[in-house]
């Protein structure tokens, strides 16, 4: 691209009056988006980067397909309906055939509308003229969608703060902040903060208990954002889905360990009667009779049509040596980090997600994670550092998420940039500067 043709000016805050060569628009953009991050070397997100080739093809061809066109589109409609059964065959539900689902754009969509499910039922059972307000029992370790559907549909965020030793929600502290205000509580499989799943069953047992003693039948929504791609393929005697009658919905993203590009999530509730007919839609004016249910309408159905080619492509026995593998680089990763002296382990990726989190030796007095982030960034890695949530923020972690496309040749090239980074920290004579930022527990 010579400089005789570049525009003097790029546009940035106003559109144009004449535009550009398609061409040159193009590369003009492309060589902007060059100083973002490698999505490989992104062990931050939770969110798939990589698919196979035949796939991304795919997933071109069907980028014009609004899966809401039902009528237009009913072949993809078909592969949407698909999937949803093979989910709910693989959570377990008692009658796969009968229960009722939907794709979604991703888990926080799928999480506002599971909470919405939620807060219609309690609302049934309200007298008339009540003035009670709902709440939802969670742990401190959410994800900031629980946050935002709290916030926008008047629902009291009951938070379990976590403690020394207790990173996620347990039964007793679940039971404890339930009442007969209360909507469901949210099971965490596959914790932001550092992978682990929390004990869906035990949560269960102590609601059984709650109920036989109270009366309170407090539902269950399992947050398998996650987990719900991974716990069914490495921790089959972990019990969590709709094998326990007190969970009604599950919701899992597709575009993290379902191994599709962004962005698609899943939501299922175990049987249909759970969904209202008052949240469910039709509409008419797309060329036939669409049914709806979704907060959001018009939206892409290629990563829809990505999710039918992973569960065609791999199965179970392709997720299982995916998740597997995934898990045994999480734990070469984990386990070379460990052996360096100034920092330890604050989980372990075994029998979890492949993801974990470490912190300094309360001893190291000159740097922070936050200074081994920013250290590590300079070769390329993004590895976030944050505080934990309330009760626990006085504790700065790493974490690493190990997604497909992560191979063990770039574990060992991380572990060896880790070691030089940590021994050039180990040898300075004096404290550094605090970083710039040190954000706050974020997802």
């Not at 926080?108 to 909470?115: D, H, Q, T, V």
């Not at 070769?379 to 309330?390: E, I, S």
């Not at 940039?417 to 050039?424: E, F, L, P």
Request: net charge neutral.
């Amino acid at each position: 691209m010579g400089a005789d043709h570049l525009p003097r000016e790029l546009p940035l805050q106003r559109l144009e009056e004449n535009g550009l060569d398609s061409a040159l628009a193009s590369e003009l953009i492309h060589a902007h988006l060059m100083l973002d991050g490698n999505a490989r070397l992104n062990l931050a997100t939770f969110v798939g980067t990589w698919m196979e080739p035949d796939a991304r093809r795919l997933l071109e061809e069907c980028a014009d397909r609004n899966i809401i066109d039902r009528d237009e589109y009913p072949q993809t409609t078909d592969i949407e309906q698909r999937c949803l059964r093979m989910l709910a065959d693989l959570w377990n539900a008692p009658d796969p055939a009968g229960t009722v689902g939907t794709s979604t754009t991703g888990s926080s969509e799928a999480c506002m509308l599971a909470g919405l499910v939620l807060r219609w039922h309690w609302r049934q059972r309200q007298p008339a003229g009540g003035s009670a307000r709902p709440n939802l029992v969670m742990g401190a370790n959410r994800q900031v969608c629980w946050d935002k559907f709290c916030a926008y549909f008047e629902v009291e965020p009951r938070l379990v703060p976590l403690e020394a030793g207790r990173l996620q929600l347990d039964a007793a502290t679940a039971v404890a902040h339930c009442d007969a205000d209360t909507i469901g509580v949210v099971a965490v499989l596959g914790s932001v903060v550092d992978g682990s799943y929390e004990p869906v069953a035990e949560i269960a047992a102590g609601l059984d208990a709650l109920q036989q003693r109270s009366g309170l039948d407090v539902p269950i929504h399992v947050d398998a954002a996650s987990g719900g791609f991974v716990a069914p393929f490495t921790a089959l005697a972990l019990c969590w889905d709709f094998r326990l009658p007190r969970v009604w919905s599950i919701n899992a993203s597709g575009h993290k360990y379902g191994g599709v590009l962004p962005g698609v999530g899943w939501l299922l509730w175990r049987r249909n009667a759970l969904l209202p007919a008052e949240l469910r839609f039709d509409v008419n004016y797309l060329g036939g009779v669409t049914p709806t249910i979704g907060i959001t309408f018009s939206r892409p159905g290629a990563p829809v049509v990505g999710q039918y080619f992973n569960f065609l492509h791999l199965g179970r026995r392709g997720y299982r040596h995916r998740m597997q593998t995934l898990e045994a680089i999480a734990c070469h990763l984990a386990d070379g980090i460990a052996a360096l002296p100034p920092l330890r382990l604050v989980s372990h990726p075994r029998g979890q997600l492949p993801v974990f989190c470490v912190e300094l030796d309360p001893a190291v007095r000159h740097w922070s994670v936050f200074h081994l982030s920013e250290k590590l960034r300079e070769r390329g890695w993004q590895v976030p550092a944050y505080t934990l949530p309330a009760n626990q923020q006085h504790r700065a972690v790493l974490r690493f998420v190990v997604r497909a496309g992560f191979s063990r040749p770039l574990a060992d090239d991380l572990l060896a940039d880790i070691g030089r980074a940590v021994a050039w920290l180990q040898g300075l004579s004096a404290p550094l500067p605090a970083p710039m930022s040190q954000p706050a527990f974020r997802h």
